[in-house]
T-cell receptor
């Protein structure tokens, strides 16, 4: 089975801090994604990457950036955290069968 | 633009009841995929099913069944004889073919099964 590991389950940060959310997958998949989950809104795509060094904006990229230096690792960066970025962040990966495999999520609280 | 609507925010049933989760979608694509995912309290979304838009056959997997009706743009999910372990948030999602993980999700339905 695909294993997608997110570095933190819970994270508390202060407004204005730079925040890094890390995600590692162990199945050699090219495609990796960051989604954000909010009650009543479902999941929304922030950024995705189909290859190392490659990144594409999703539906809600504002306030975020990403880094993909190695195939297995995809990082989400909040340059200057704000309270409206308090949310559950989900990393996912998929292979050629287009089925998403998710990590357990990081619940980020920005105070 | 794609859109997925799960009108039921929360459903509460007693164990052994049958329950249907509704999903309605909008897309301009002629071919697309539809998905259902389950999110238990642990948080990790679990893939349940993917359907191609050209395959309207209903599917059954154990206590789970899915009813795809292209004419009404619906992809409903039924759990027969529900169990407490079915308690979770269920998401319906839509993607264009070859979008490789770029899904549009519905709002989710919280299902609680009481003993």
């Amino acid at each position: 089975d695909v294993k997608v590991t997110q570095s933190s389950r819970y994270l508390v940060k202060r407004t204005g801090e730079k925040v890094f959310l890390e995600c590692v997958q162990d199945m050699d998949h090219e495609n990796m994604f960051w989604y954000r989950q909010d009650p009543g809104l479902g999941l929304r795509l922030i950024y995705f990457s189909y290859d190392v060094k490659m990144k594409e904006k999703g539906d809600i990229p504002e306030g975020y950036s990403v880094s993909r230096e190695k195939k297995e690792r995809f990082s989400l960066i909040l340059e200057s955290a704000s309270t409206n970025q308090t949310s559950m962040y989900l990393c996912a990966t998929t292979g050629v069968d287009e089925k998403l495999f998710f990590g357990s999520g990081t619940q980020l609280s920005v105070l | 633009a794609q859109k997925v609507t799960q009108a039921q925010t929360e459903i509460s049933v007693v164990e052994k009841e049958d329950v249907t989760l509704d999903c309605v979608y909008e897309t301009r694509d002629t071919t697309y995929y539809l998905f259902w995912y389950k999110q238990p309290p642990s948080g990790e979304l679990v893939f349940l099913i993917r359907r191609n838009s050209f395959d309207e056959q209903n599917e059954i997997s154990g206590r789970y069944s899915w009813n795809f009706q292209k004419s009404t743009s619906s992809f409903n999910f039924t759990i027969t004889a529900s169990q407490v372990v079915d308690s979770a948030v269920y998401f319906c999602a839509l993607s264009a073919v070859a979008s490789y993980g770029k899904l549009t999700f519905g709002q989710g339905t919280i299902l609680t099964v009481h003993p």
